[in-house]
């Protein structure tokens, strides 16, 4: 069965310092996510991105956060100077179309972020 | 008002139960209504989708969406010990626009005790 993988699993890093999260979208997959659950708390939408470019974004996606899909495959997240409060879960989710026809959208297994 | 509301739990059956799971919500602008299952430490998985109100059923699921009472139920029948877990609800808008929102519940966490 297709799956979204994320890379990777668990990742410590210092306030101050940037980081990449990495995802591998399902492959005939057009529309990919970003969601993050702090601890105890929602999953909450970060960004939405269709035909490279960032289709939606929250409140919380700020300057700080950008996307990219640098290949084919790959899906990245990258936080550019973490701060404690980034400390959370990050699922990357992938959906073939806007939840039209029965499709579903697929989150990864997630990347614990855990800023120090 | 929280746009989306859930009970926490827990949410404790004995095996073989019909579980009921609820969530209420205020954006009279949701159309699609979805409930994920989440495992401890893993992503949410998709369990049912529906569109706008009415009743769908899979298997032992069944999702049922009242929009005049901004209200979704998920029914669980003949519940099994590995059907515990945290259930999510989640509904988004509808319109043309490519990659729109979830809005998530808090969960419920369900535990089925053999």
């Known amino acids: 069965e297709p799956e979204v993988t994320q890379t990777p699993s668990h990742q410590v890093t210092q306030m101050g310092q940037e980081v990449i999260l990495r995802c591998v979208p399902i492959?005939?997959?057009?529309?990919f996510y970003w969601y993050r659950q702090i601890l105890g708390q929602k999953v909450e939408f970060l960004v939405s991105?269709?035909?490279?470019?960032?289709?939606?974004k929250s409140e919380i996606f700020d300057d700080q956060f950008s996307v990219e899909r640098p290949d084919g495959s790959n899906f990245t997240l990258k936080i550019r100077s973490t701060k404690l409060e980034d400390s959370a879960m990050y699922f990357c989710?992938?959906?073939?179309?806007?939840?039209?026809?029965?499709?579903?959208?697929?989150f990864g297994q997630g990347t614990r972020l855990t800023v120090v | 008002q929280k746009e989306v509301e859930q009970d926490p739990g827990p949410l404790s059956v004995p095996e073989g139960a019909i579980v009921s799971l609820n969530c209420t919500y205020s954006?009279?602008?949701?159309?699609?209504f979805m409930w994920y299952r989440q495992y401890s430490r893993k992503g949410p998985e998709l369990l049912m989708y529906?569109?706008?109100?009415g009743n769908k059923e899979d298997g032992r699921f069944t999702a049922q969406v009242d929009k005049s009472s901004k209200y979704i139920s998920l029914f669980i029948r003949d519940s099994q010990p590995s059907d515990s877990a945290t259930y999510l609800c989640?509904?988004?808008?509808?319109?043309?626009?490519?990659?729109?929102?979830?809005?998530f519940g808090g969960g419920t966490r369900l535990m089925v005790k053999p």
């Open positions: 529906t569109y706008s109100s």
């Open positions: 954006n009279s602008a949701f159309q699609y």
């Open positions: 989710a992938s959906s073939s179309w806007t939840f039209v026809f029965d499709t579903e959208a697929f």
């Open positions: 991105f269709y035909n490279n470019e960032i289709s939606e």
């Open positions: 492959s005939n997959h057009l529309y």
């Open positions: 989640a509904m988004r808008g509808d319109n043309n626009n490519a990659g729109n929102m979830l809005t």
